[in-house]
Every structure is written in C-alpha cells, then in structure tokens.
C-alpha cells in the first residue's frame, strides 16, 4: 500500500528552525505535484507551500522569505525547511501528493498522517 510517511516536526521557540521530511513509501509510477498543508485548531487546512514536477515551488503569502520547499525526485521525497518560525505557524503539517500507481492510470491524491508543529512565543 502507498503512503507518505512523514518526519520532523516538534517544539521550537518563535525564531527557530524545524525541518520537516515526507516520503513516498511503496511502488508507483510517478509523481506529479508534492506539497505541504497545515492546519490549525478550529482553522481550515490552508496550503503552505507546493513543486511541481520541474516547476518553480508556490508558497502561502505567510511563508514567503521564510520556508523552501525542496524535493528529491530519485527519493520520492519532499522537504520544508522552516526558518524564523512564529507562534501562528503552529499546526499539524501534512503532506500531499499526487501519484501514478501504476503506469497509464490516472493521478490520484494522496495524504500523510501529519505532524505537529508548536512555536512557543
């Protein structure tokens, strides 16, 4: 079964760095676009930043100057690094992808666990 197995995430005092790491666990055919969400409490999930294959990364207007969104085709892996975090950066990240399964099929959407990011003030 495919899935997108995050890591990183934690608490860190606003100012302060955080990376976080996504991969595709399993077989697939492709990858199209990868991106990061975060949702906070009792807020919707909002995009913070995505790369299409090739393409030049999208970042939310909050972000801008402060994460860079990288990813590693060979790995099928997706990073964001996090500088200069702040309290309202606080929320549970996931992942986002959409993938080939199998060559000819369609892409389809597929969502990590999550991790939760706490900047302290």
């Known amino acids: 079964q495919v899935q997108l197995v995050e890591s990183g995430g934690g608490l860190v005092q606003a100012g302060g760095s955080l990376r976080l790491s996504c991969a595709v666990s399993?077989?697939?055919?492709?990858?199209?676009?990868m991106a990061w969400y975060r949702q906070a409490p009792e807020d919707e999930r909002e995009l913070v930043a995505v790369?299409?294959?090739?393409?030049?990364?999208i970042y939310a207007d909050s972000v801008k100057g402060r994460f860079t969104i990288s990813r590693d085709n060979a790995k099928n892996t997706v990073d964001l690094q996090m500088n200069s975090l702040k309290p309202e950066d606080s929320g549970v990240y996931v992942c986002?992808?959409?993938?080939?399964?199998?060559?000819?099929?369609?892409?389809?959407?597929?969502w990590g666990q999550g991790t939760q990011v706490t900047v302290s003030s």
């Open positions: 986002a992808a959409h993938l080939r399964l199998r060559a000819g099929s369609p892409w389809t959407s597929h």
């Open positions: 399993g077989s697939i055919s492709g990858v199209n676009d």
């Open positions: 790369v299409y294959d090739g393409g030049t990364p």
